[in-house]
């Protein structure tokens, strides 16, 4: 039954409101006359009215993009010539206003003739500009995605539980070795790389996060085809899926030289660089353990101090020397018993941990490392008088024994040791270490550590004057430290300084003592010119942090770099020669002056001056105390500060202690001076408080 014709007029006006409020623009195409109808809502897509575009039956084609014809064109051939069931096509035309607007354009054949002839045909445009600029704003985070994958080296993969098959892209493939470049691959193929001393925990670490909506992390190893062992780093999350049993989806990314450099850093941070030893960090912690666990038979702690070593190196050099302590390391190494442990203490010192039945069998022990090391090939660079060695025995035998205790006690046998004559062992007994080193080092280390919180240790300073001129020409002082018992009974440098030195206490002291007087000394520092030298210790020289600390503490504090000069002993370099090279390089990167201490103690004073680039040295006191009546010492004083001099280094004079003194320095020519004669330590704040009462005389820096 067909319509009536009111009831068409209205169907017809509810399809043109469908269609404009679709925004679909419809075309119709006779192919007998070629006419092409265009309704209104096509021309409003594009910005037009019907009147305003020509009437002519190419119009698309005139409003299509040049780079779309083509393709628009050939889809409708495919379509006319039976090759598809319908046009689908999409095509960008020109908007009124001059833009492009993307266009999904579906349509086909809707009449033949009775030859089967297509006669007319029909379609609808869709404006999908808007789907177009989503898809290009995705295309570009999936691109972004893909660079950031690609520079990261990870690969993805996904594995689906129902189908037990996986898919791994072309990275993942890569990582695992597989040739190729299909994704879909066995579910079972991961299995049969996994290493089998990873394979539970990998496998185990997989299925647990089936079900849960957490990102878990895994690392395990694998074993490529080759035989060759990666490391593999997977982070993998579980996407649910009510259609199926869901999936396994992750990431993997080789991490092979990434933990490579971790067990090497883990390595490095508990042994030797130069010996492969362990070091005195990891030695303690092993030690502790050993004592924790003790049973019915001791452990023998022996200290190892090496004897003529610093013969060795002012006679051949450093290079020999640290080939010295590696090929001495190696034959100690090579004669221990099992499950003994060996440790460098530092410099030429070194320390061993073995079970023992008895204080014989640590004597025996200690009597073969004795003929290891006079024993070790040297080489042709070797002085005349061999290496040899002297070794104190500690056994502990008690669970309560603290590990600095019990190498502080092998400590005084070594001691003892040297005493007797070198070259051989003595057993820590109370008489022997009353008789070689007073009070047990250890307890003046921990009463050191006791005074950084107490408020016990203080910051002394010496003056540095310019001789013949007031002090207030180059106000700077060298900072010493002193030490106070709980009773105000002080204990002398010489003796608490070691001990720190000794414990591995000496790093956290001297930054105590920078950090200390920069912060409390800033406003002298800074308003009133004054300089600070700071002596340091060859455990501080080693420490990788401290240039850390310094710029740290001068960033808080305000102070300038060219305020703080950094004394280094011959000691202290001859302990990290590589060490001290380094620093002096980075003190003078950043401006901090660099004064030699003690020059002249030494064979090897005259070769740092070739190797390092300082800005003064300090004579060693030694030659300066008697140069008025020894005329070998004003010999010395001369030829260094002669040397000196002409190399553009300042000369610091140290121990002047009377007129004589200082007026042959002044006619030699030495600059700077400190000593009794012109200043006897006291406290920094008092010194401090005299800058503030006397204008500042301007001259060039002191040494």
Request: charged content about 25%; overall charge negative.
């Amino acid at each position: 039954m067909m319509a009536e014709a009111g009831d068409t007029g209205q169907e017809n006006g509810l399809w043109a409101l469908a269609l404009e409020r679709a925004q679909l623009g419809v075309w119709d195409w006779n192919l007998r006359t070629g006419d092409c109808y265009y309704a209104p809502t096509w021309a409003k897509m594009l910005g037009y009215t019907l009147a305003e575009l020509p009437d002519r039956s190419d119009l698309w084609l005139q409003l299509t993009h040049p780079d779309d014809r083509e393709r628009a064109t050939a889809s409708g051939d495919r379509h006319l010539a039976g090759l598809t069931e319908m046009i689908e096509t999409e095509m960008r035309f020109r908007h009124k206003d001059g833009h492009w607007v993307w266009v999904l354009d579906r349509g086909g054949i809707v009449e033949r003739d009775a030859e089967g002839k297509p006669l007319r045909m029909i379609g609808v445009q869709t404006d999908i500009t808007r789907q177009k600029a989503t898809e290009a704003q995705l295309e570009q985070v999936n691109a972004r995605f893909r660079l950031a994958l690609a520079a990261s080296g990870t690969g993805i993969w996904h594995h689906d539980n129902g189908s037990a098959t996986s898919f791994w892209d072309a990275r993942t493939r890569e990582i695992y070795g597989v040739p190729g470049d299909a994704c879909e691959v066995s579910g079972t193929l991961w299995h049969t790389f996994l290493h089998p001393e990873d394979r539970v925990e990998a496998e185990r670490a997989h299925e647990a996060v089936i079900g849960s909506d957490q990102v878990s992390a895994v690392r395990y190893r694998i074993v490529r085809r080759d035989g060759e062992v990666r490391y593999i780093e997977s982070l993998l999350r579980f996407i649910d899926d009510p259609q199926s049993s869901g999936q396994l989806l992750g990431t993997v990314r080789d991490v092979t030289e990434e933990q490579r450099r971790q067990l090497e850093l883990a390595h490095a941070a508990r042994h030797d660089a130069l010996t492969g030893l362990l070091n005195r960090t990891a030695f303690d912690a092993v030690m502790a353990e050993r004592i924790a666990a003790l049973g019915a038979a001791p452990l023998a702690v022996l200290y190892v101090d090496l004897d003529f070593f610093k013969a060795l190196n002012d006679f051949a050099g450093h290079a020999a020397g640290d080939s010295a302590l590696r090929k001495v390391a190696a034959a100690m190494r090579a004669c221990l018993p099992h499950q003994a442990v060996a440790a460098r203490l530092g410099g030429d010192e070194f320390s061993i941990l073995a079970p023992v039945a008895d204080v014989e069998q640590a004597q025996a022990l200690a009597a073969v490392l004795l003929e290891a090391v006079s024993a070790a090939d040297l080489g042709d660079a070797g002085p005349r008088q061999r290496l040899g060695a002297s070794i104190g025995i500690a056994l502990v035998r008690d669970r309560e024994t603290l590990p600095a205790d019990a190498l502080a006690c092998a400590d005084d046998a070594c001691y003892a040791a040297k005493a007797s004559g070198r070259g051989r062992a003595a057993v820590f007994s109370t008489d022997s270490a009353a008789r070689t080193s007073g009070l047990n080092a250890a307890r003046v280390a921990a009463d050191t550590v006791d005074a950084l919180c107490e408020g016990r240790l203080l910051l002394y300073g010496q003056k540095i004057h310019g001789l013949g001129q007031p002090w207030d020409r180059s106000r700077q002082v060298e900072i010493l430290a002193r030490l106070t018992t709980r009773g105000g009974q002080m204990i002398s440098p010489e003796e608490f300084i070691p001990a720190a030195e000794r414990f591995g206490m000496a790093p956290r002291l001297d930054r105590w003592i920078i950090r200390t007087a920069l912060t409390r000394f800033r406003d002298a520092i800074v308003g009133e010119g004054l300089s600070l030298n700071f002596n340091l210790s060859a455990q501080t020289l080693s420490d990788p942090g401290l240039w850390s600390f310094v710029d740290a503490t001068i960033d808080e504090t305000g102070v300038p770099h060219s305020a703080i000069v950094f004394e280094i002993t011959e000691t202290a370099a001859i302990t990290s020669f590589a060490a001290a090279e380094r620093f002096v390089g980075q003190a003078r990167e950043r401006s901090c002056r660099v004064s030699l201490d003690d020059f002249g103690a030494g064979l090897s004073s005259f070769d740092y001056l070739r190797r390092f680039t300082v800005d003064s040295i300090k004579i060693d006191g030694s030659f300066v105390q008697h140069m008025a009546n020894s005329r070998f010492d004003r010999e010395i004083v001369t030829a260094i500060t002669g040397i000196a001099r002409s190399l553009g280094y300042s000369v610091v004079a140290e121990k002047i202690e009377t007129a004589q003194a200082q007026a042959l320095l002044m006619d030699l020519g030495v600059e700077y001076g400190q000593g009794y004669l012109l200043h006897r330590p006291e406290p920094l704040e008092a010194i401090v408080a005299g800058c503030a009462q006397v204008p500042r005389l301007r001259a060039p820096a002191a040494a």
